[in-house]
């Protein structure tokens, strides 16, 4: 089997407008695919193939990344993203920027650095000197995530959403990416799982894991990393990723999440009642999926 393999989510328990625009939503995907298997192609290695493919899904209004991020309770943006390189474990992560557009972009320029998570203020700043885009936070914005926030507010609508991939390149390489606006009515300056290495996002030189859904639950259950050392312990990587979702939900939470191993085994399993998904696999056409149904 081996890869190249690019396996992405765009968070578990898909929201109503996912559910209205599926065909929007496929294509989002779709584009994330091609356009980690265009930075493959062209020579790029899993880290860069995972970046290219959630600056797309970042961009994606429908998504809760990026532009269309879930707000705070005070009706501002805070955005988080990692990045883990398996082959030497270097990891990048910012949390609760307000400015950085592509909040991807700015936990590769962390993982390139001697620290691993860079924090509000500061990690715009960084992401500026960088030469990341700034925008102001009105760009994350959108009316879908205003309106969901207001419900939110009044005690209904599911919460969940983020992005996310993992990949195995040519050369072995594996390497992980998640990116969120985090869980809509959160109190400013939360941090879920997505930016925490080993609890949303983990890589090593076996195993590739980006994880969605509670993610107090996710950090408590050190889902990500408890992914690799089932793998490690010699469990099948379907089974070992049951295994973490059910420790999370025994914890009380729910979601899904993606791996992909360096056998080039895939599996992007959820307990939610979807999750915006899709694979693409060296010689085959990208597929992508919303609800239940596997098309793989
Ligand atoms: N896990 C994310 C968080 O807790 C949200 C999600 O995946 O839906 O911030």
Redesign the pocket.
């Known amino acids: 089997m081996n890869g190249p393999v690019v396996v992405i989510h765009a968070?578990?328990?898909a929201g109503r407008a996912v559910l209205a625009q599926k065909a929007r939503c496929r294509a989002a995907l779709n584009e994330a695919l091609l356009s980690a298997r265009d930075a493959l192609e062209s020579g790029a290695d899993a880290t860069a193939a995972v970046q290219a493919a959630v600056r797309v899904l970042e961009d994606f209004e429908l998504f809760?990344a990026g532009h269309g991020a879930?707000l705070c309770s005070d009706g501002s943006a805070e955005l988080?993203a990692a990045l883990m390189r398996g082959s030497d474990r270097a990891a990048g992560a910012v949390a609760a920027l307000h400015r950085t557009r592509q909040p991807i972009d700015a936990a590769a320029g962390v993982l390139e650095s001697h620290q691993v998570l860079l924090i509000g203020d500061q990690g715009d700043r960084f992401a500026a000197e960088m030469g990341v885009e700034q925008v102001a936070n009105d760009y994350f914005i959108t009316d879908r995530q205003r309106d969901f926030l207001e419900d939110r507010l009044a005690g209904a609508g599911e919460?969940?959403?983020?992005v996310?991939a993992v990949c195995l390149d040519a050369g072995g390489g594996l390497a992980a990416a998640?990116s969120?606006?985090?869980?809509s009515g959160?109190p400013p300056g939360?941090?879920?799982?997505?930016p925490l290495i080993g609890a949303?996002t983990w890589a090593d030189d076996s195993v590739a894991v980006s994880?969605?859904?509670?993610?107090?639950m996710?950090?408590r259950a050190a889902a990500a990393h408890s992914v690799a050392t089932l793998v490690a312990s010699g469990r099948d990587l379907a089974e070992a990723c049951a295994a973490v979702l059910a420790d999370v939900g025994s914890l009380g939470g729910e979601?899904g999440l993606i791996a992909v191993d360096a056998h080039g085994h895939a599996t992007m399993p959820f307990v939610t009642a979807a999750m915006p998904r899709g694979m693409w696999r060296s010689g085959q056409d990208p597929v992508v999926a919303i609800g239940p149904r596997q098309p793989y």
């Open positions: 968070g578990a328990g809760n879930a988080s919460a969940h959403g983020t996310g998640t969120t606006g985090g869980i959160q939360r941090v879920g799982d997505s949303g994880c969605t859904g509670d993610g107090e996710f950090v979601g």
